[in-house]
């Protein structure tokens, strides 16, 4: 009876010309204007995929996550195996790595270059804090780009440095003090500021004329600094003789360190980092300028 009723309602609505439902309401009619074909087709495809896609894929919130889904997808499975292919590529090297001396590597192009890479990535992430992100260092941090060391600049004397570090406090580490001369009272102001005059004349090339200072200095200091100035791997001195300063050269700057000394600290590194990366970071020093042979 209704399917009569409808067909009896059915009209053409005046203003926009469609047909009408047959519903109304207080003088409001609803026109029959059905949804495209092919939209409704979409919509019923895009309802079966998705019935689909919570079937297969982990997508329904369940209490502590979501369902597995059939295909045992995850991203994070997905990202564990793109690293298993990166880990599996550095492996090959690495083991030929571990077993290959400085002087095999430094040979060996692509052995090198891998060195390199690792060493650049670990020096980002634990020495550019102290020694910059290119190794130029700042007041008290050395510059690792010159060819003036403190404990030299051989590929085993880098790795040495590295391994216990200075003034790190263990069995190994490079030690040296040099002695607070004013603050220990072990040399009055007038012979200090005698000796910074000494230093400053060092730096320029020609100390005779300080022979006062030449006395002190022979005295005092030789035997960490050498005789001439120049310095000594063994005791990570300096040398005075050149431009480079690791505490600043202005006569203040040099006063401060002969009356207070300064005694910097490198951490030690072999509890931190692997033997391979300790490698890697040393070839990385070594060539980011004046590595020694
Ligand atoms: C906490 C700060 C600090 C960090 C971090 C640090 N260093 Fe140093 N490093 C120093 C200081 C200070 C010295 C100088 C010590 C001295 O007076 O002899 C030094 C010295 C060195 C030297 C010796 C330079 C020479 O002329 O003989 C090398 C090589 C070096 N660092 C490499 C590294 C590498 C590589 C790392 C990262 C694994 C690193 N350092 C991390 C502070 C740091
Ligand atoms: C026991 C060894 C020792 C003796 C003795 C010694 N020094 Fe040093 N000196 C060092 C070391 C090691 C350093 C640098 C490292 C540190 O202290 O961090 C240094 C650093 C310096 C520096 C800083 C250089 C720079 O690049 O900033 C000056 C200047 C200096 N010494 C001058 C002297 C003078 C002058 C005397 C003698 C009165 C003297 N030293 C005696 C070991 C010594």
Same mark, same amino acid.
């Given at each position: 009876m209704s399917d009569k009723k409808q067909e009896h309602d059915v009209e053409i609505d005046d203003v926009s010309g469609v047909e009408t439902t047959g519903h109304e309401?207080?003088?409001?009619?609803?026109?029959?204007?059905?949804?495209?074909?092919?939209?409704?087709w979409v919509f019923y495809v895009c309802i079966l995929w998705s019935v689909w896609y919570f079937v297969v894929y982990?997508?329904?919130?369940?209490?502590g996550g979501a369902t597995e889904g059939t295909a045992g997808y995850t991203q994070y499975k997905e990202l564990q195996e793109s690293q298993r292919?990166?880990?599996?590529?550095?492996a090959a090297y690495l083991d030929e790595f571990e077993s290959a001396s400085f002087d095999e590597i430094m040979?060996?192009?692509?052995?090198?270059?891998? &060195?390199?890479a690792g060493g650049a990535a670990a020096f980002k992430d634990n020495c550019a804090t102290c020694h910059g992100t290119g190794g130029a260092g700042a007041p008290g941090y050395p510059n690792l780009n010159d060819d003036d060391w403190l404990w030299g600049g051989t590929l085993s004397e880098i790795h040495q440095t590295l391994l216990h570090g200075?003034? &790190?406090?263990?069995?190994?580490?490079?030690?040296?003090?040099?002695? &607070?001369?004013?603050?220990?009272?072990?040399?009055?102001?007038?012979?200090?500021?005698?000796?910074?005059?000494?230093v400053l004349a060092l730096q320029d090339g020609d100390a005779s004329a300080v022979t006062e200072g030449h006395e002190l200095f022979q005295q005092n200091c030789a035997s960490c600094h050498g005789p001439d100035g120049k310095g000594s791997y063994e005791f990570g001195a300096p040398d005075l003789t050149d431009a480079i300063w690791l505490y600043g050269?202005?006569?203040?700057?040099?006063?401060y360190t002969i009356y207070n000394a300064r005694a910097g600290v490198m951490p030690a590194w072999k509890a931190r980092l692997d033997e391979n990366t300790i490698r890697q970071l040393a070839v990385y020093v070594h060539q980011l300028g004046g590595g020694e042979e």
């Open positions: 309401w207080d003088g409001l009619k609803e026109l029959n204007n059905p949804l495209p074909r092919w939209w409704l982990p997508a329904w919130p369940v209490p292919e990166i880990v599996a590529r550095q040979n060996d192009p692509a052995l090198y270059e891998f &060195a390199n200075v003034r &790190a406090g263990n069995e190994d580490t490079h030690i040296s003090q040099m002695p &607070a001369f004013g603050k220990d009272g072990l040399l009055t102001t007038e012979q200090i500021e005698i000796l910074v005059e000494y050269g202005t006569y203040e700057d040099v006063f």
